[in-house]
């Protein structure tokens, strides 16, 4: 399995990365690069994710058609670098079958109508990618309006095999292939650029051998790195600061600081009541969760007499905000509800993971990468939280005296 490096596109956002935003030149013309004429659309997927309906994309701010525009320039990138460095190597073996497992936030696995957009923008993106022309807003467009009622094809006119995946299994795929594999419950929390997202889940193998992820409870939240940079900036001008020039524009690229003082014009200021307000709200998302799986969804797993384990990805996670909020959680736990709180664990490095560079500490990065790059059989079954029933806590048990007709 290989990575393919996108740093051309722009290289603070890292090796393997490009930022989830695309500009609109001035003819209608999509490019990857935030500098230039023309207009800026950031934060697609949040923008997709407050679709209400998916409606013929007519709207002239339809984030469907700037996502569609957004995908298409990637895989045209993507399919130019694997060209030029592997598919020789690949075509020696046959024809090269295409197929795209599209990443999709652990509430779509229940939404019918979230995974319906996001399969649309995967459609078109790839329609759009295997074009020669210029990829403007106007070819976005229309490669909507065909996607919605075209099976997706290749230039030879072959079928693709287009799926839309939740991120949380594809994330979890490198640890259930992994020595480490543990089967039973999990909580996954994916700290990105805008949205949190949270999810538990139960791990098994049954009788056929193909893993299986058990979604329970499922919450995205725009309270993501960037988003906590926007908090800032708004907090802090309200109160009346100053706020030091290096940081009073919103740039979804820069290194967000882990102290809020990084900000600040003025020494001396004491602003840390604004990031533990912040804090305090990714606490309240994780505690929520955590009482309603041990109430109600899991209450008989060993984790809530061993430690819940959970999972740490994307690239906010190492920041203080998001490992105070994960502190204050387990003493929470410990203190009020007889639980020996959470325990950490690392997303592994794969082993058959092709990657220049990457260590250990930086696979969860790329762990949705890795896992939506299998093929959709080797992810396993996700079944969503609409598929699994509550689980009583307490079991109802027969008297000595013997068992009535009603237990039967």
């Known amino acids: ?115 319906r957009i996001f399969g649309d923008v995967a459609k078109a993106g790839w329609a759009l990618a295997c074009t020669s022309g210029q990829i403007t807003e106007e070819a976005a467009r229309a490669a909507l309006t065909r996607g919605s009622l075209e099976a997706a094809q290749d230039e030879a006119g072959e079928p693709v095999d287009l799926n839309v995946v939740p991120e949380v299994a594809a994330e979890a795929s490198g640890y259930a292939r992994s020595p480490l594999r543990q089967e039973g419950l999990h909580f996954l929390l994916d ?5 949190v997202d949270l999810c538990s889940f139960v791990l098994h193998s049954p009788d056929i051998g193909e893993d299986q992820y058990q979604l329970l409870e499922c919450n995205v939240q725009p309270k993501g790195v960037y988003e906590l940079h926007k908090y800032r900036l708004s907090q802090i001008s309200q109160q009346g600061h100053t706020i030091e020039q290096a940081w009073r524009h919103e740039d979804p690229l820069k290194k967000i600081p882990d102290s809020i003082a990084t900000y600040l014009s003025q ?106 790059s299998l093929p959709v059989y080797q992810i396993g079954t996700i079944r969503p939280p609409s598929a699994a029933d509550d689980i009583e806590r307490f079991r109802h048990r027969p008297s000595a005296e013997g068992v009535d007709k009603e237990m039967t």
């Open 1 to 115: 399995m290989v990575s393919i490096p996108l740093d051309k596109i722009e290289a603070r956002a890292g090796r393997f990365r490009a930022p989830t935003a695309v500009r609109i030149g001035p003819d209608g013309r999509f490019d990857l690069k935030a500098s230039g004429p023309g207009i800026v659309i950031p934060d697609l997927k949040i923008r997709l994710l407050n679709l209400t309906a998916a409606q013929p994309p007519q709207n002239s701010m339809d984030p469907r058609v700037f996502a569609a525009g957004y995908v298409g320039l990637v895989l045209r990138e993507t399919r130019k670098w694997f060209s030029a460095n592997e598919e020789r190597a690949l075509t020696r073996q046959g024809r090269i079958r295409w197929s795209m497992n599209f990443g999709i936030p652990s509430t779509g696995s229940d939404d019918g109508e979230l995974r």
């Open 267 to 372: 020494p001396g200021l004491n602003l840390d009541a604004v990031d533990e307000a912040f804090t305090q709200a990714c606490t309240s998302m994780l505690m929520a969760m955590l009482l309603e799986v041990r109430k109600r969804r899991d209450p008989l797993s060993p984790v809530w007499r061993k430690g819940v384990p959970i999972f740490l990805a994307g690239g906010g996670r190492a920041m203080k905000v998001y490992r105070d909020a994960l502190e204050t959680t387990s003493k929470r736990l410990m203190d009020g509800f007889n639980v020996p709180g959470l325990r950490r664990m690392d997303l592994p490095l794969p082993r058959d993971l092709k990657a220049q560079g990457v260590k250990d500490e930086d696979f969860p990065f790329l762990a949705v990468s890795y896992g939506l």
């Open 191 to 195: 700290i990105g650029a805008s949205t």
